[in-house]
């Protein structure tokens, strides 16, 4: 991330990692702050072993495009609505509006879970282990909106009942 003021956001990236058992670390690098930190992160990021990097930066956000251009491992940007951004749209704008030839994978605002399931997704191509967890994780998600559907039933299917 951009900034330690990013970290209320980004950590719905750590806890859904954590939840699926996957090693990860959580750094901050600032494109317009730390410039050359930028570069030797991204470029060294592949050789360390990392598979995918999640990046997110509000306002001007540079960092996840700048971070494409260095290294070939795939990024997926988290734009975030930061103190510094007017509304969220220039920081979706910033990484979603890459040129050909340098793509990020965007997520919505704010969205960082988001990114990290899709981290987990393309990691669970290689990995059996996650592939299950992710299978497991889509059938909670669903079992949550079947009770929900139950619930709302059993509340306003009466209400009808009784005019009826
Ligand atoms: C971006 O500027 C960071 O990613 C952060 O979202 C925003 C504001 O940074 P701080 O001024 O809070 O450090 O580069």
Redesign the pocket.
């Known amino acids: 991330?951009?900034?330690?003021?990013?970290l209320t956001v980004m950590q719905a990236a750590a806890s859904f990692l954590q939840q699926l058992n996957i090693a990860f670390e959580l750094t901050i690098v600032?494109?317009?702050r730390t410039p050359q930190r930028l570069m030797s992160y991204a470029a060294t990021a592949n050789q360390r072993g990392i598979q995918v990097i999640i990046a997110?930066?509000?306002?001007a956000?540079h960092?996840p495009g700048m971070i494409a251009s260095i290294t070939t491992l795939p990024v997926i940007g988290v734009p975030?609505k930061?103190?510094?951004s007017i509304d969220g749209w220039d920081s979706i704008l910033s990484i979603l509006q890459m040129p050909n030839g340098v793509p990020v994978a965007t997520v919505a605002l704010n969205a960082a879970k988001n990114a990290a399931i899709l981290a987990a997704q393309i990691i669970a191509l290689q990995n059996k282990n996650i592939a299950e967890a992710l299978e497991h994780f889509k059938q909670t998600m669903q079992a949550e909106v079947e009770n929900k559907i139950t619930e709302t039933a059993k509340i306003w299917n009466n209400e009808f009942d009784k005019r009826k």
Not at 1 to 6: A, I, L, P, R, V
Not at 56 to 59: E, N
């Open positions: 991330m951009g900034s330690d003021s990013d600032s494109a317009h997110g930066a509000g306002g956000a960092l975030i930061s103190s510094n």
